[in-house]
């Protein structure tokens, strides 16, 4: 018969409140680029392929739930009611790590670890026969950090900064809170844990020397890049690790293809897709579900959330879009505006200084200056002039504009909605438009000009002769 592979289960650690961030919200749920720092270390543990993920909630615990459920379905969630210490904590979840031989143990506030960083440590842990194998590495500073400390008789222990002498403050290799143990020897030794340190809590990191006293083999994995393993308790660790996600995420489109002017300058949140083609200039940020086609260009100084761009389109920067769909070969900017549901099919180009909010402009359509087109449908290469507006809301409602296919906005329009524009319709420039109108028809709505004759002389007549230096 052959041998049934080991089970794991992982545990992330997500109960405490995080003092040292001075926030209401809870550590794990503070944003790493866009995301809760929770999502990453979630998100490690299923690409090492491992299914059984439980997190362990407790300060806040019911918004931290609200999010676990929403975005990570087939995730457990686990209470601690009390935060009393990280032992305590992985106490509070032992009817469920029974079930499996081994269990992983991640802090949901170290949140840059790796994939291939866990199946490591699982190799050696299993290739050893480890009771429990730990993740370590060397800070620059080790502030805060719990002290590995190597025994003379092989053994290891880890000290908490706060119970730590003035030697043990001069080492510098840092256990990293990523733990994997043979739950028969957890179980072993998890109720002999006290709280008898200096900040009277149950601390997970004494159960390395109990059970390497008792239980079996330690082994220590050290990682060789620290950036991996920083733990994010406070605003300057949140920054760091962002800047280090942020390299990583860009070096992973960069090595697709993606040519990027200025990496140092560029943002791009981890959901973004982005095909291999593609130039972005200095200064763009990506965000949210963005997805942009081969042949693209970005650019510079442009944000873009939630962005749809078909393969040839073009941003020129600035400008900041949102919840928007361009077309292929579609043109937006410099200084456009987009928002709430824009869709610009292929061809269709929007200009400078132009905003447009929940609007579809057809193929080929234009409006390239100074226009705010909000709740309007366009149909195909009309032109919009300069200046157009829609009077979308009555102060009570928001308003719908139609305009058809090929029809000739003059400059300055200003469309009171509702009000509906045929095909091939025309308005005059500088038109207050307020009924609809039909096919092929011109719409003005303005006063007919006025010439005075001879104004100029009639003017110095009035007022009694030549004019002095300084009048008008
Ligand atoms: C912990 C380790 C330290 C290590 C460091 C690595 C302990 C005692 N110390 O210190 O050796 O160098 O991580 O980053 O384990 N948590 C709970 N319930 C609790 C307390 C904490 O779920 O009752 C969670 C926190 O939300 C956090 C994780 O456990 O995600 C670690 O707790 P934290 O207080 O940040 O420990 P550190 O002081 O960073
Ligand atoms: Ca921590």
């Known amino acids: 018969m052959s041998e049934q592979p080991r089970s794991v289960g992982v545990l992330i650690l997500a109960a405490g409140k995080g003092i040292r961030m001075h926030s209401d919200k809870p550590k794990v749920l503070q944003p790493l680029l866009e995301e ?13 392929g491992i299914r059984n993920i439980a997190v362990l909630v407790g300060y806040k615990g019911e918004l931290v739930e609200e999010y676990v ?26 009817e469920w790590w029974k079930r499996y031989d081994n269990l992983l143990v991640l802090s949901g506030d170290v949140p840059l670890v790796r994939y291939e960083t866990l199946l490591s440590l699982r190799t050696e842990h299993i290739s050893s026969s480890s009771a429990c194998a730990l993740m370590s590495f060397t800070a620059d500073d080790p502030e805060g950090y719990g002290r590995l400390v190597r025994l003379a008789d092989g053994g290891v222990r880890i000290v908490e900064q706060n119970d730590a002498t003035e030697e043990e403050l001069m080492i510098q290799e840092i256990n990293a809170g990523v733990y994997l143990f043979n739950t028969t020897a957890l179980s072993g030794v998890i109720d002999k844990l006290t709280a008898d340190n200096e900040l009277g809590e149950y601390y997970l990191t004494d159960t390395v020397q109990l059970i ?12 060789g890049d620290p950036e991996e393993l920083v733990g994010v308790n406070t605003p300057n660790n949140l920054a760091m690790a962002s800047g280090v996600l942020r390299k990583r995420i860009l070096n992973s489109h960069m090595r697709n293809g993606l040519k990027c002017m200025d990496p140092s300058t560029t943002w791009i949140g981890p959901r973004v897709k982005i ?3 593609v130039i972005f200039e200095p200064g763009v940020q990506l965000w949210g579900k963005s997805v942009i086609g081969n ?3 970005v650019g510079a100084w442009s944000t873009l959330r939630d962005v749809s761009m078909g393969e040839g389109a073009r941003i020129y920067g600035p400008s900041v879009i949102s919840d928007s769909t361009i077309g292929d070969n579609a043109e937006a900017g410099p200084f456009a505006y987009l928002r709430m549901g824009v869709r610009m099919e292929p061809g269709a180009k929007i200009g400078r200084f132009v905003e447009v909010k929940n609007s579809t402009l057809g193929e080929g359509t234009k409006a390239l200056h100074l226009s705010y087109l909000g709740d309007v449908s366009v149909g195909g290469n009309t032109n919009i002039g300069a200046g157009t507006i829609t009077c979308n809301y009555d102060g009570t409602r ?11 906005i003059g400059s300055d329009t200003i469309f009171v909605a509702p009000v509906t524009v045929g095909d ?6 500088g038109s207050v438009i307020t009924k609809d109108i039909p096919n092929g028809s011109l719409g003005i709505a303005r006063e007919r000009q006025t010439n005075v004759d001879g104004w100029d002389e009639r003017k110095s007549t009035v007022s009694g002769g030549v004019k002095k230096a300084g009048e008008c």
């Open 424 to 429: 091939k319709a025309t308005t005059a420039a």
């Open 69 to 94: 459920k929403r975005d990570w379905p087939g995730v457990e969630v686990i209470w601690q009611r009390e935060q009393l210490g990280t032992g305590h904590a992985v106490k509070s979840a032992e």
């Open 275 to 277: 095909a291999p083609d």
């Open 398 to 408: 928001k308003n719908a504009t139609s305009i058809g296919d090929d029809c000739f």
């Open 295 to 297: 042949g693209c260009r």
């Open 36 to 48: 809760p720092v929770l999502y990453d270390p979630l998100r490690a543990a299923s690409e090492a």
């Open 212 to 223: 390497d006293d008792t239980e079996g083999d330690i082994r220590v994995v050290f990682c």
